[in-house]
């Protein structure tokens, strides 16, 4: 069975930098890549970007450009994904995802919540 | 960027009825979309890919149909379990991967 596992529940203060693993298991990671969604409180679902665990390569959406790295760990089966500069805005939950053989999302991890706060 | 346009926004409908939910493309996205539901406190999950194909394990009951600019989810006879929100996204020109706004179906 294909599992995504996020870790933990964050809550950081505005300017930090906030770090999200993702653990896969049940498939070869380095064959899909790992997508990340993020969803503010009570809205719908905005790509951040994604990164091709093979080589590395990343692809971010426009908005989170320059403050968003996505990287993938072929040792441990771990994808990451690090905000930096965070504002009460970013107040969200973050998925990870996997795209399997086509560009829709399947599965998801179970989501992280972070929240900034001073 | 292709703007994916959702509606109704909110659906009323009883248990057992049909539900019709609708989703725009700002230009043409071929077959490459994709449905989800969302429950509260959960993940999204995948019922149907290349605008009309079931993921595995999803009810018979879920159809998706459209190509192009506009696309339907069908489902023939709501259970309880279906009352969730539903997005959907294309993944024909990307960057970005765009999704819809969201419907949410609620019980009537």
């Known amino acids: 069975e294909v599992q995504l596992v996020q870790s933990g529940a964050e809550v950081k203060k505005p300017g930090a930098t906030v770090k999200i693993s993702c653990k896969v298991s049940?498939?070869?990671?380095?064959?899909?890549?790992m997508h990340w969604v993020q969803q503010a409180p009570g809205k719908g679902l905005e790509w951040m970007g994604l990164?091709?665990?093979?080589?590395?390569?990343?692809i971010y959406a426009e908005k989170f450009q320059g403050r968003v790295t996505i990287t993938a760990d072929t040792s441990t089966d771990t994808g990451n994904m690090e905000l930096s500069s965070l504002r009460s805005e970013d107040t969200a939950v973050y998925y990870c995802?996997?795209?399997?053989?086509?560009?829709?999302?399947?599965?998801w991890g179970q989501g992280t919540l972070v929240t900034v706060s001073s | 960027e292709i703007v994916m346009t959702q509606s109704p926004a909110t659906l009323s409908v009883s248990p057992g009825e049909r539900a019709t939910l609708s989703c725009r493309a700002s230009?043409?996205?071929?077959?490459?979309l994709a449905w989800y539901h969302q429950k509260p406190g959960q993940a999204p999950r995948l019922l149907i890919y290349?605008?009309?194909t079931r993921a595995t394990g999803i009810p018979a009951r879920f159809s998706g149909s459209g190509s192009g600019t506009e696309f339907t989810l069908t489902i023939s006879s709501l259970q309880s379990e279906d009352f969730a929100v539903y997005y959907c996204?294309?993944?024909?020109?990307?960057?970005?991967?765009?999704f819809g706004q969201g419907t949410r179906l609620e019980i009537k």
């Open positions: 230009q043409s996205v071929s077959s490459n």
């Open positions: 990164v091709d665990p093979e080589d590395g390569e990343t």
């Open positions: 995802a996997t795209t399997g053989t086509g560009n829709w999302f399947d599965p």
């Open positions: 996204q294309q993944y024909n020109n990307w960057p970005p991967i765009t």
């Open positions: 290349g605008a009309s």
């Open positions: 049940g498939y070869t990671f380095t064959d899909y890549y």
